[in-house]
Every structure is written in structure tokens, then in C-alpha cells.
């Protein structure tokens, strides 16, 4: 166990959004720099019509508290203001692992977390990764 905490652990706000809007934020917020979503893999799903907007619209912003807000196809719809926060760096700086510690465990998860499964390493590739040589 590297830290002890869920990966994701996503929280419903009454009348804002639902846990399923919270843990897709959570993981573009996470993976968004490494692996950016395309447009036709969020519109894929069956429910993603429910989490993003279909096509451009105008909507109240919560988060901005401002009245108007423009969205682009494929934006979250309950959610707007993401905050970016790359597992690099939050093993650095939530967890405080060091430079080369947070580079290797980076290093050693990122294949796993690919947001399309076909990018995904598999767990027979990842049983020859580097990061677990001494274990």
C-alpha cells in the first residue's frame, strides 16, 4: 500500500452534481495532462450524455458565480472549474514523496490508468516493470 487513500474517492453535492460527475472530474483532474479525453470517447458511453454536454450551450457557472457561462461540446455539465493536479505531482505534494520516488511510482502507474482501456498496460506487462525488480 503506497499511501493508504483511494485513488478516487468521489462525493455528491445535493442539486449540483452526483457522485458519477465528481469521479469523472476527479480523474480528468488527475490524467487529464497525461491522457486527454478526445470527444468521441466521452460521448461514447451510455450514460455520458448525463455527465457532458452533447453540444455548445450557455448555463449558470456554480462554481464561478457568475450568470453566464459558454460550454463546448464534450465540457462537463455539472462541473466547470477543474483544478489540475497531475498524480505526479500529487505524490509530491500531498504525499510528500521525494523527486525520484514520485518519478518511479508515476512511471510505474500511469500505463495502468489510461483513460481508454486498450491503452492500458496489462497486468502481465506490468509484472516486468522496473518500479517492482526488488520485490
Not at 9 to 33: N, S, V, Y
Not at 61 to 71: I, Y
Not at 88 to 97: I, P, S
Request: hydrophobic residues 40%; proline residues 4%; aromatic residues 10%.
Amino acid at each position: 500500500m503506497l499511501t493508504g487513500d483511494l485513488l478516487f474517492e468521489p462525493h455528491a453535492r445535493h442539486k449540483q452534481f452526483t457522485k458519477d460527475d465528481d469521479h469523472m472530474a476527479m480523474i480528468i483532474e488527475l490524467l487529464g495532462e497525461d491522457y486527454p479525453f478526445d470527444l468521441d470517447f466521452k460521448m461514447g458511453g451510455k450514460f455520458s450524455k448525463n455527465i457532458f454536454t452533447s453540444t455548445g450551450k450557455e448555463g449558470n457557472n456554480l462554481w464561478h458565480n457568475t450568470d453566464v457561462t459558454l460550454f463546448c461540446a464534450g465540457e462537463l455539465r455539472h462541473i466547470h472549474a477543474l483544478k489540475p493536479w497531475s498524480l505526479h505531482r500529487v505524490l509530491l505534494e500531498k504525499y510528500v514523496y521525494s523527486a525520484p520516488e514520485a518519478r518511479a511510482i508515476n512511471k510505474f502507474l500511469l500505463p495502468m490508468l489510461a483513460i481508454n482501456p486498450r491503452d492500458r498496460s496489462r497486468a502481465s506487462e506490468m509484472m516486468r516493470h522496473e518500479w517492482l525488480e526488488d520485490v
